[in-house]
């Protein structure tokens, strides 16, 4: 049986692959911009075509973004949940998939997460400050309508970026940002202007999450898994009854 044939990498793709990993390795960090292609021809002893080939496969990777005129060059812009969320959305709106479907997600795996927090042995300077600032903020602006969900919302982003584990970070923090912007546009004065969070909803949430924080720092982790279930559930429900359940719309997601 004859071998099979193994197609060679372009130049380009290994210009590419070169540049790709100083990117994610931290060589080049966020807002860096690359060196001119002029430089890159020198360094990698290629011809033009293949640098510029290079520039636009790691453009479509989302890893630069070329700018134009005398200000020009390409900008490096490292992964992050806002980027994943922008491309998982696209692919749940391709599926129909629904804010529901986001927020029953998010209801089986941001418990998790509160349970993670409250098991960090050093919860009480990576987990706890950043939570009672979200709160700070939901109460401050309290009365202020168009501050309440962002800041709501910050407090549950808050729960999944502190529980420690890199992965659930990426995947569960994507949904998070899916669902946030979901839920600031059902309660978007602009467009739903007949619709207006209760206050007694806005109390109790903020009850719930001042009950999630206890439990987080008293380090009880099956409460804190049960608080944010309980939690979720009635947030989801009231979002859910305000705001039709449509597909997902990817073009609120701001990367």
Not at 82 to 96: F, P, S
Not at 130 to 153: C, G, K, M, W
Not at 227 to 252: F, P, Q, S
């Amino acid at each position: 049986m004859s071998a099979q044939r193994i197609r060679q990498p372009r130049v380009a793709e290994l210009v590419a692959s070169r540049l790709r990993e100083d990117i994610l390795t931290g060589r080049l960090k966020e807002g860096d911009v690359l060196p001119s292609q002029e430089s890159l021809f020198a360094e990698f002893g290629v011809s033009p075509p293949a640098v510029r080939e290079a520039i636009h496969i790691l453009e479509a990777d989302g890893l630069i973004s070329v700018r134009r005129g005398n200000v020009g060059g390409a900008v490096v812009h490292l992964p992050s949940a806002e980027r994943t969320a922008q491309m998982i959305g696209m692919v749940l709106q391709t599926r129909a998939a629904t804010p529901a479907d986001v927020s029953e997600a998010l209801l089986h795996l941001e418990p998790i997460c509160a349970g993670m927090c409250a098991a960090r042995a050093d919860r009480m300077t990576e987990v706890v400050p950043h939570l009672r600032a979200a709160i700070d903020a939901q109460a401050e602006q309290f009365d202020t309508p168009a501050s309440y969900v962002p800041n709501a919302r910050r407090f549950h982003e808050a729960i999944v970026s502190r529980c420690g584990n890199e992965s659930m970070i990426l995947l569960i923090g994507a949904l998070e940002v899916i669902w946030s912007a979901h839920e600031s546009a059902v309660w978007s004065d602009e467009r739903h202007p007949g619709d207006s969070m209760e206050p007694k909803t806005m109390r109790a949430a903020l009850r719930d999450h001042h009950r999630l924080l206890e439990a987080i720092v008293d380090g009880n982790q099956a409460r804190a898994v049960r608080l944010a279930a309980d939690h979720l559930g009635a947030a989801r429900r009231n979002t859910l009854a305000a705001g039709t359940d449509k597909t997902i719309d990817a073009k609120l997601i701001s990367s």
